[in-house]
């Protein structure tokens, strides 16, 4: 919960944190989508650190304390009235790097300190209060920024959010000492790289995980340049932009138990399409609307449809997986998708020029809907299909404007003997 208040007061807010310091939309929005890839890069070393370090509680203390110390330049220069853009994207990947290097040690380690019995039951509360604690967060930085917005204290109202980040990531790490460590670190089996690409007409997961990226460049084209486009083109306040972020997440944890079912009945693929689908089309709206209630139509269906894409990408993930390989797959993954990521937002800003107005973002976001239905294609290459549809836990990882949040699945919250029947 300590965790879930961090990402709702913390890194959420980095790209309007730029617009605040005078940023041009193109570094407003390289901000939300480079730094991922620093972290992710960096990840990929983590397992074999945290095996060095031979204590997961350690190796995660270690990376919280990181986070911490990476809001206190942006604290400070909140504070001054000024801080270089490159020191906000340093301690964004500081930030990040920290944040995805604790990422797949804890869901290792989260699943040793739980016996299985009850790993279902402990991951479901867990979700709900994580949940809750989340959207409390997003409601207190909505009232402090809106309560220092246009006065001579609004960058004060970024240090105070900031502040209360650091502070509550911060209060995590006594519970983290207090969790112990396992007697001894399950080995994983460890897959290369490159044999997404040697294997992709053999093994199923490479197929899945081209679509994934190839959506995901698509939609990093003009995903992270939404921050800039409403705070500074639709003038939106700090309250709507904070409401916005906070209707397409809550659409999309309130539609996750109906998405289930349909997994459950209709199966995972047809989740697939409706997500892919939807998430294609999700951002050609903004081109027009700029009524309000228009706006958080838009976000609640985003919300919903990228629930759709995540939930059934997870369920075919963890169907295609070897249990030996998940760790280093998905780390692989998170590489890949967050390099996915920074090259389409590269794109996105080279076409949107230094310079952008109305036109500019209508030709990023209507580019951005073409490469998605482009990418749609490679859908039909998507053969796997899960046996039985099962709950899957994940944790939230930030929270984004036309995707709701950015969620990484937790294996071992799966009743693996459910699974089997």
Same mark, same amino acid.
């Given at each position: ?7 709702? /007061?913390?890194? /959420? ?145 970024? $240090?105070?959010?900031? /502040? ?17 460590? +396992? ?28 679509? !994934? ?14 921050? +800039? ?49 939807? /998430? ?12 309000? +209630? ?16 995540? !939930? ?66 490679? !859908? ?6 899960? !046996? ?14 036309? $995707? ?18």
């Amino acid at each position: 919960m300590t965790y879930s208040f961090m990402v709702g /007061t913390g890194e /959420t807010y980095f790209a309007a944190f730029a617009v605040a310091l005078g940023s041009s939309d193109r570094t407003a929005g390289l901000v939300a989508a480079v730094p991922p890839l620093v972290g992710a890069t960096l990840q990929l070393f983590a397992p074999v650190l945290a095996a060095r370090v031979s204590s997961p509680s350690r190796w995660i203390q270690t990376c919280a304390t990181l986070q911490v110390l990476s809001f206190v330049p942006m604290i400070v220069g909140a504070l001054l009235g000024a801080l270089p853009m490159w020191v906000l994207f340093i301690v964004a990947g500081v930030y990040w790097t920290a944040a995805l290097g604790a990422g797949g040690v804890w869901n290792t380690w989260v699943g040793l300190c739980f016996p299985r019995a009850i790993r279902a039951r402990y991951f479901g509360i867990r979700s709900r209060l994580c949940q809750a604690t989340l959207l409390a967060a997003l409601v207190i930085a909505g009232v402090i920024l809106q309560a220092t917005h246009g006065t001579e204290w609004a960058l004060a109202g970024f $240090a105070a959010l900031f /502040t209360l980040a650091a502070a509550a990531r911060a209060a995590s790490i006594p519970f983290l000492r207090r969790q112990r460590d +396992p007697a001894e670190w399950p080995a994983h089996k460890g897959v290369p790289l490159w044999h997404f690409l040697s294997a992709f007409w053999h093994r199923a997961d490479a197929r899945l995980l081209a679509l !994934l990226l190839a959506m995901q460049v698509a939609v990093q084209m003009g995903q992270p340049f939404l921050n +800039p486009y409403l705070l500074k083109q639709l003038d939106v306040s700090p309250a709507l932009y904070l409401g916005l972020i906070a209707a397409g997440f809550a659409a999309k944890s309130l539609a996750l138990p109906f998405l289930g079912n349909h997994a459950k009945t209709r199966g995972a693929r047809s989740l697939l399409a409706i997500g892919a689908v939807g /998430t294609a089309l999700m951002i050609l709206p903004w081109i027009w609307v700029d009524w309000v +209630p228009g706006m958080f139509a838009i976000q609640a269906a985003s919300g919903v449809f990228q629930g759709a894409w995540e !939930l059934a990408a997870f369920l075919l993930f963890l169907e295609t997986i070897p249990s030996e390989e998940r760790t280093s797959v998905m780390t692989g993954y998170f590489f890949l998708s967050s390099l996915a990521m920074a090259a389409g937002s590269l794109v996105g800003a080279a076409i949107l020029g230094a310079s952008p107005d109305p036109s500019s973002y209508a030709l990023v976001f209507g580019i951005s809907t073409g490469v998605r239905l482009l990418a749609l294609g490679l !859908l039909p290459f998507v053969h796997v299909e899960v !046996l039985r549809a099962i709950p899957i836990i994940s944790s939230t990882l930030a929270v984004r404007l036309n $995707a709701g949040s950015i969620e990484t699945p937790i294996p071992d919250s799966i009743d693996e003997r459910g699974k089997r029947d």
